[in-house]
Structure formats: C-alpha cells, structure tokens
C-alpha cells in the first residue's frame, strides 16, 4: 500500500525519484490552498531506515508465499499492479509505455516479488536496487482480501531480508494519505523513520479515464460545477 513518487514527482504508484525527495519548490504558506475539482491533493511523507532493524515474527502464513518473480510479461504485471494498486489511486506503471516499463521491470537490480497463495498472486513487492549503496522499496501491496490478516507482515520480513542482504546502507520509501490508513504505522513499526513531507497535486486519474470511476471510493470525486 505505497504509492511512489515520479521520476520528478510521482506518488503512489506513479514511479519512483532516486533522490531524497529534495525539490527546489518552496514550503506552502500556512493556511488554506484551493484544489480544482478535476485534481486530488495528497500528504506524502518520506521514510528510510540506514541499518537491519531488529526481526519481527511471522504471524501464521495460512497457505501464503513470497516468491521471486523473475520475468513477468508485462500483462500479468499490470494485472496484478492494478489489483494491489487501484483502490489506491495507483496509476504508473498502468500506464507506462511498454517499452520503458519493460526496461524497468526487466532490469537486473530490480527485484520483484509476488505474494501467492493457491497459484494465484495476491502481493507485490518491488525492491530497486538501480543507486548504488541504496535500495528504494518501489511498490508493495496486497490484494485487499490479506489486508489486516498478517499478510503485510510476512511480505514486509521478506522485503527488508532481500533489501539487507546487499551491500546498502540505507532502505527507503514513501506513502501518503491515500493510502492505507494503517500504512504509514505500519512502515514505522517495520523500522523506517520519517525524514520528509510534502503535498502532492495531480490530475485524478478517475476523471479522465486512466482509473474506472469508482476506484478508491475513501476518496470522493468533486465534479465540476
């Protein structure tokens, strides 16, 4: 339940900066700030962690497992970013030009995973290793089914296992009000501290078709007068 942040400044879902999130826009005044109808505005807060946090346990995985996804066609991919993703306004990579998503997915220090249960995928988990000595968890999320089960649990022991089994010194993401309500908790008890916090404004992807309509119904449409 992360939405990423753009290659500028994109959130969740919307494909992730290398960077700490620095940008040379200035801090809003205090107050409030109009948003158009056809926009959503969204709280982003930063997170990292800089070394291996102590282990949680596993809560009873029911049939459940991590499994490297090496490969995947670029079908099934969006199927299943769609199916974590879509109650949480991600649109990215449901949207990425084959070709780009390919060289993403495709790259040899990106490292997807999917939650399974039965042969069926229920989770994602990407890990992008691309900077040196960093590894930014891109996406994680689980079908909505798992949620508050203990699935995000196993899927997270699983991300900071493979994130630290490398030569990195620091382990990062971001997520935002859009998200889960439990999230930004929820990476905190995992051992990612808070370093930064931003707005985000962009276009709402169920207004201009990129989203079917009633996707992330715990945030309203405001129609145009």
Same mark, same amino acid.
């Given at each position: ?6 290659? $500028? ?12 999130? %620095?940008?040379? =826009? ?7 700030? /109009?948003?158009?109808?056809?926009? @959503? ?6 997170? %990292? ?8 346990? =596993?809560?009873?995985? &029911?049939? @459940? ?9 670029? /079908? &099934?991919?969006?199927? @299943? ?5 879509? &109650? ?9 030009? /084959?070709?780009?998503?390919?060289? !993403? ?5 990106? %490292? !997807? ?6 042969? %069926? ?18 996406? *994680?999320?689980? /079908? ?12 997270? =022991?699983?991300?900071? &296992?493979?994130?630290?089994? $490398? ?18 908790? *929820? ?8 370093? #930064?916090?931003?707005?985000?404004? *962009? ?6 078709? #990129? ?11 405001? #129609?145009?007068?």
């Amino acid at each position: 339940m992360r939405r990423t942040i753009p290659r $500028k400044l994109d959130i969740a879902g919307r494909s992730g900066s290398k960077k700490r999130m %620095e940008t040379e =826009n200035s801090p809003l005044s205090a107050g409030y700030h /109009d948003v158009a109808p056809n926009m @959503l505005a969204t709280i982003v807060t930063c997170l %990292e962690m800089t070394a291996r946090p102590a282990p949680r346990a =596993n809560p009873p995985t &029911d049939g @459940l497992t991590v499994e490297r996804w090496r490969s995947p066609s670029l /079908d &099934d991919y969006r199927a @299943l970013y769609r199916r974590v993703g879509e &109650d949480w306004l991600w649109v990215s990579r449901a949207l990425m030009a /084959d070709d780009p998503l390919m060289t !993403i997915i495709g790259d040899p220090a990106v %490292e !997807i995973y999917a939650m399974m249960r039965d042969g %069926e995928r229920l989770g994602l988990l990407e890990l992008d290793f691309r900077e040196a000595g960093q590894c930014e968890l891109s996406f *994680f999320g689980l /079908d909505q089914s798992l949620i508050g089960a203990g699935a995000g649990r196993i899927l997270m =022991n699983v991300a900071i &296992d493979k994130a630290w089994e $490398k030569p990195i010194s620091r382990f990062w993401v971001h997520t935002c009000h859009l998200d889960h309500p439990a999230a930004l908790a *929820f990476y905190q008890r995992s051992g990612f501290t808070p370093y #930064k916090r931003m707005v985000e404004i *962009f276009e709402d992807p169920r207004q201009t078709g #990129k989203l079917r309509a009633d996707a992330a119904q715990h945030f309203p449409i405001l #129609k145009s007068e």
